[in-house]
């Protein structure tokens, strides 16, 4: 029997051993999971992490307090001594004093949990697990992704996108790693950008729209109601003819981008008006990914064989469905993924339509998705993880 106010965890009977498995998930001991976690009557506990010290030191201290409580004292004197002056010695800006107490307390703190935290690392697993083996391949360029290469160096490489006036690495890293996977990614990214600007757009044209509905239930107003001056019947008319004046210059604008963005490999309608022409022309000059388009037709878009990491994939994947072997494939980018599952897709419509397809290097086979083949992504919920 529970008595009442007593906890549950305490009346259960104790248990020899007490495992946790990403123990930097207790983070402090305020939380509710590390309060339950301390109400376990036990006098063995184990913490598991991969959490570099380093990295975490609040959180190692809840850790720490949890398998060996006050080893590392009360937690503002572990801050004062540990946290405090590590922290200031990490700065890029720390002055050599700092680097030093920084060292020190480093040295003292892993002293300090020598008795208490084992650092393990790759080693002690690899007497039990079957040799790996590691091939680095390297992979020519085709001819689009060498001249598509070769213009960005030229003209884009550098330069600020979208503004930017500095931070040139990554952005040009990310381009030229968008170009030797495959030029379908560029595609991927100039849609993706041209949703979030799109989107923009809605949310200003609903806050002009929020505006303009004010000026309108003024001018109702003005009409329903008998002005009592001359002066207060100019003013509404000067509100509302200002408003038919930025609603006119709205629409124009929505619609020289509509004739901008059309879609690719067709030509857009000759524009009429000059004031017209000049919104096209900083419409498409909005828009800085789509430099590419110039250089590779729709064909070529939608080509395997201009990327020929695409090609040795595919013929991996062959070679594994001959024998039954089963292969796993790691990307860093999420285009990366839709590409592949894209290529797949159209392997699979040719292959039920019973045609081999040149642009798709001649592979044939089925591949259904939740099949034949399963995507692992930050959006997979935590139910399909564990299937």
Same mark, same amino acid.
């Given at each position: 029997?529970?008595?009442?106010?007593?906890?549950?965890?305490?009346?259960?009977?104790?248990?020899?051993?007490?495992?946790?498995?990403?123990?930097?998930?207790?983070?402090?001991?305020? &939380?509710?999971?590390?309060?339950?976690?301390? !109400? /376990?009557?036990? #006098? %063995?506990?184990? +913490? $598991?992490?991969?959490?570099?010290?380093?990295?975490?030191?609040?959180?190692?201290?809840?850790?720490?307090?949890?398998?060996?409580?006050?080893?590392?004292?009360?937690?503002?004197?572990?801050?004062?001594?540990?946290?405090?002056?590590?922290?200031?010695?990490?700065? &890029?800006?720390?002055?050599?004093?700092?680097? !030093? /107490?920084?060292? #020190? %307390?480093?040295? +003292? $703190?892993?002293?300090?949990?020598?008795?208490?935290?084992?650092?393990?690392?790759?080693?002690?697993?690899?007497?039990?697990?079957?040799?790996?083996?590691?091939?680095?391949?390297?992979?020519?360029?085709?001819?689009?992704?060498?001249?598509?290469?070769?213009?960005?160096?030229?003209?884009?490489?550098?330069?600020?996108?979208?503004?930017?006036?500095?931070?040139?690495?990554?952005?040009?890293?990310?381009?030229?790693?968008?170009?030797?996977?495959?030029?379908?990614?560029?595609?991927?990214?100039?849609?993706?950008?041209?949703?979030?600007?799109?989107?923009?757009?809605?949310?200003?044209?609903?806050?002009?729209?929020?505006?303009?509905?004010?000026?309108?239930?003024?001018?109702?107003?003005?009409?329903?109601?008998?002005?009592?001056?001359?002066?207060?019947?100019?003013?509404?008319?000067?509100?509302?003819?200002?408003?038919?004046?930025?609603?006119?210059?709205?629409?124009?604008?929505?619609?020289?981008?509509?004739?901008?963005?059309?879609?690719?490999?067709?030509?857009?309608?000759?524009?009429?008006?000059?004031?017209?022409?000049?919104?096209?022309?900083?419409?498409?000059?909005?828009?800085?990914?789509?430099?590419?388009?110039?250089?590779?037709?729709?064909?070529?878009?939608?080509?395997?064989?201009?990327?020929?990491?695409?090609?040795?994939?595919?013929?991996?994947?062959?070679?594994?469905?001959?024998?039954?072997?089963?292969?796993?494939?790691?990307?860093?980018?999420?285009?990366?993924?839709?590409?592949?599952?894209?290529?797949?897709?159209?392997?699979?419509?040719?292959?039920?339509?019973?045609?081999?397809?040149?642009?798709?290097?001649?592979?044939?086979?089925?591949?259904?998705?939740?099949?034949?083949?399963?995507?692992?992504?930050?959006?997979?919920?935590?139910?399909?993880?564990?299937?």
């Amino acid at each position: 029997m529970k008595c009442s106010g007593t906890s549950p965890l305490k009346t259960q009977r104790s248990p020899d051993l007490v495992v946790c498995d990403e123990g930097h998930l207790l983070k402090n001991e305020k &939380t509710s999971l590390s309060q339950a976690m301390n !109400r /376990v009557l036990t #006098r %063995r506990r184990i +913490v $598991l992490t991969g959490t570099p010290l380093q990295n975490n030191l609040k959180e190692y201290y809840c850790m720490v307090q949890f398998v060996k409580p006050n080893l590392l004292g009360k937690y503002n004197e572990y801050l004062n001594r540990f946290v405090n002056p590590i922290t200031n010695g990490q700065y &890029t800006d720390s002055t050599e004093h700092d680097i !030093r /107490v920084m060292k #020190r %307390r480093s040295h +003292v $703190l892993h002293k300090m949990l020598d008795g208490a935290v084992q650092r393990r690392d790759y080693g002690v697993l690899a007497p039990f697990l079957p040799p790996k083996h590691e091939y680095v391949l390297f992979i020519t360029l085709t001819e689009v992704q060498i001249k598509l290469y070769q213009f960005y160096l030229e003209n884009y490489s550098r330069r600020p996108l979208a503004g930017k006036s500095s931070g040139f690495l990554f952005p040009d890293f990310q381009s030229l790693q968008r170009i030797w996977t495959h030029p379908l990614v560029l595609k991927y990214n100039s849609d993706r950008y041209e949703i979030m600007q799109q989107k923009k757009r809605d949310k200003e044209e609903e806050d002009y729209d929020s505006e303009g509905s004010l000026v309108n239930f003024i001018d109702d107003n003005s009409t329903t109601e008998e002005s009592t001056t001359e002066e207060s019947s100019d003013d509404m008319s000067d509100i509302s003819d200002d408003s038919r004046k930025k609603s006119k210059k709205k629409k124009s604008k929505k619609k020289g981008k509509d004739k901008a963005y059309t879609p690719r490999g067709t030509r857009a309608n000759p524009v009429e008006h000059e004031e017209i022409d000049q919104e096209v022309v900083e419409v498409k000059n909005d828009n800085p990914t789509e430099w590419w388009m110039p250089l590779v037709t729709e064909q070529e878009i939608d080509d395997m064989r201009n990327s020929h990491k695409l090609i040795l994939l595919f013929d991996i994947l062959r070679q594994c469905d001959a024998i039954g072997d089963k292969l796993l494939v790691f990307s860093q980018s999420l285009y990366s993924l839709d590409l592949i599952e894209h290529f797949l897709g159209k392997v699979d419509d040719a292959t039920q339509e019973g045609r081999v397809d040149e642009k798709l290097g001649g592979h044939i086979g089925t591949w259904s998705p939740g099949v034949d083949y399963f995507r692992l992504d930050g959006s997979t919920s935590c139910e399909n993880r564990s299937i």
